[in-house]
């Protein structure tokens, strides 16, 4: 005998199935006709009949010759440019205006901004949720796989093909915030970017294209995708590439998913020069840092800047500065090298592990005579650090007399 409380439970467990059932058939039952009569029945009782009466019928899309695609998004969401339906339903909602004063539906359609199959007027093929299409729209379904809280976010990838260029777009918060730590933590120290750069890593400039099975899985946890791979590498280098030499930077996740939109969105497109926002071209050093570039080669340290160690090392008792400090000041390395490696800093030099072995293998490869220059080098600054820190210890000249 099943108890009154089961008989409830079965009762509504039956009729939840019902309603997955009926919501799953409408959602892949309902064709883009469904959409425009619901709309036309929609508009009816919100404007009245004569208004419903001008609402387009058949399949609608926008052909931007320039950028190859042909968008029938306007076949379902039919209200894109409508006033007053700000609230509606989708696919009925009134689109946000202000992104689409900088760019008009007629220039830019809808995928170069949403992605989704912009040919196809049926679900889930036009969000493309399906297999074989490699840019579904970017929205709650895919943040949801993702693990991305701001559903927003993954859009910039989008926006980032044409604005990659600027180092800052309003909208973009991720990618902004992802641009200025490549800035800040001098990821070219290591690594081209759009034809500037290190070789100790590999070249990111179209980064986006590396395909999903060139990554190394076998040490990743969870979610297999591309972007996964990409937060977990920049939250920790090592775990995911046991001998690499991209430093740990103590990423937050934000952090870090913002990095891994940022070089995921680094993509070889055939995108017109007119659409692409900015006016240079490729991004250059600002006006501060060739200045700063050139009052540190004036000093004692200049040897430091010309063969770009400057890049990841200050020497600041020889007044130079590096922004992105990636690598220890060399102030002091005459003791500090005995102290971490248990060698003289000329043995250093000469043979190096760890990072330097690479930086001096591929990047700056020094002669024995510049290693030599570098050693002595590295010894006047150990000696200016001393005669700075005694300078600096001992007060005013002590008043002489009683
Ligand atoms: C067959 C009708 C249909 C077509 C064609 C269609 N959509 Fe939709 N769209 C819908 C419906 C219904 C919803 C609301 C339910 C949902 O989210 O799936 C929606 C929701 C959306 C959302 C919000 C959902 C989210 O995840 O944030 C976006 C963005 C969107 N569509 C973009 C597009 C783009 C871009 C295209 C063209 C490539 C397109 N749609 C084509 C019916 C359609
Ligand atoms: C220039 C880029 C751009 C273009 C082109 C564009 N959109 Fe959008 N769209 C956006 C942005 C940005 C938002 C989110 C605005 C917000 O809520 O912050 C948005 C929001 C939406 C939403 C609401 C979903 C949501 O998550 O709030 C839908 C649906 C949508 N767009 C459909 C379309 C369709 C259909 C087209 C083509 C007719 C189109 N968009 C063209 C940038 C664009
Ligand atoms: C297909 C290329 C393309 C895509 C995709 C695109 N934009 Fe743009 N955007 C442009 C161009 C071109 C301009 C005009 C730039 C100019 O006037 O210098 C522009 C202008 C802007 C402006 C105004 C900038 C200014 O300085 O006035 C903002 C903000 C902006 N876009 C944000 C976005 C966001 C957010 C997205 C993604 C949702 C996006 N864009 C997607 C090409 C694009
Ligand atoms: C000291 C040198 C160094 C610095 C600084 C550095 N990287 Fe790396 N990076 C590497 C090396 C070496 C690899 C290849 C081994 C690996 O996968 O970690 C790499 C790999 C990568 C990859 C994966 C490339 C691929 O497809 O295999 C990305 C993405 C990346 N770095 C981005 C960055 C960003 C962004 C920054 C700045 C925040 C940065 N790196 C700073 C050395 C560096
Ligand atoms: C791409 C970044 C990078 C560049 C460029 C670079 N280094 Fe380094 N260097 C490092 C890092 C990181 C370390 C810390 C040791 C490690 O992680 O293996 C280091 C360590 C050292 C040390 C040991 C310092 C100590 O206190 O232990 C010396 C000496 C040194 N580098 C000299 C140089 C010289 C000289 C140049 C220029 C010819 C140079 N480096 C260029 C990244 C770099």
Not at 53 to 78: F, N, S, Y
Request: hydrophobic share 35%; glycine share 6%.
């Amino acid at each position: 005998m099943l108890s009154k409380d089961a008989i409830k439970l079965y009762v509504l467990g039956l009729s939840l199935l019902g309603l997955t059932a009926w919501v799953f058939f409408r959602e892949n039952r309902m064709d883009w006709t469904d959409y425009q009569a619901e709309f036309k029945e929609f508009v009816t009782e919100k404007f009245g009949a004569e208004r419903a009466a001008q609402v387009p019928t058949g399949i609608q899309q926008i052909w931007v010759k320039d950028l190859d695609r042909v968008d029938r998004c306007i076949t379902c969401h039919q209200a894109v440019e409508w006033k007053g339906l700000e609230t509606a339903p989708e696919p009925y909602r009134t689109h946000p205006k202000e992104i689409l004063e900088k760019h008009p539906l007629t220039a830019y359609g809808c995928t170069s901004c949403h992605g989704g199959q912009g040919f196809s007027t049926i679900l889930p093929d036009a969000h493309g949720n399906v297999e074989h299409w490699e840019e579904p729209v970017l929205g709650a379904e895919v943040s949801e796989a993702y693990l991305i809280k701001n559903s927003k976010a993954l859009m910039e990838m989008n926006c980032n093909s044409c604005h990659r260029y600027d180092r800052e777009t309003k909208g973009m918060d991720y990618i902004n915030t992802a641009k200025k730590l490549v800035e800040q933590k001098d990821c070219r120290a290591c690594h081209t970017i759009n034809g500037r750069g290190g070789i100790i890593g590999p070249d990111l400039t179209f980064e986006g294209e590396k395909p999903t099975e060139q990554f190394d899985y076998g040490r990743l946890t969870g979610r297999h995708s591309v972007f996964a791979w990409q937060v977990a590498h920049f939250q920790n280098p090592k775990m995911v590439s046991p001998d690499s030499v991209m430093p740990n930077f103590g990423f937050s996740s934000q952090d870090a998913q913002a990095l891994a939109l940022l070089v995921m969105s680094w993509r070889k497109e055939p995108i017109p020069a007119n659409y692409i926002s900015g006016v240079q071209l490729r991004d250059v050093p600002t006006q501060e840092e060739i200045e700063k570039e050139k009052r540190m080669l004036e000093g004692e340290g200049a040897f430091f800047v010309q063969n770009k160690c400057f890049i990841c090392h200050s020497v600041t008792s020889l007044g130079v500065d590096s922004a992105a400090k990636i690598g220890p000041d060399l102030s002091d390395a005459v003791t500090d090298v005995q102290s971490r490696f248990g060698r003289t800093l000329d043995d250093f030099l000469m043979e190096p592990t760890g990072t330097m072995s690479v930086v001096l293998a591929t990047q700056i490869p020094l002669t024995t005579e510049q290693r030599q220059q570098a050693i002595a080098l590295l010894k006047v600054a150990y000696q200016r650090k001393l005669e700075q820190q005694i300078k600096n210890a001992s007060p005013s000249p002590m008043p002489t007399g009683k």
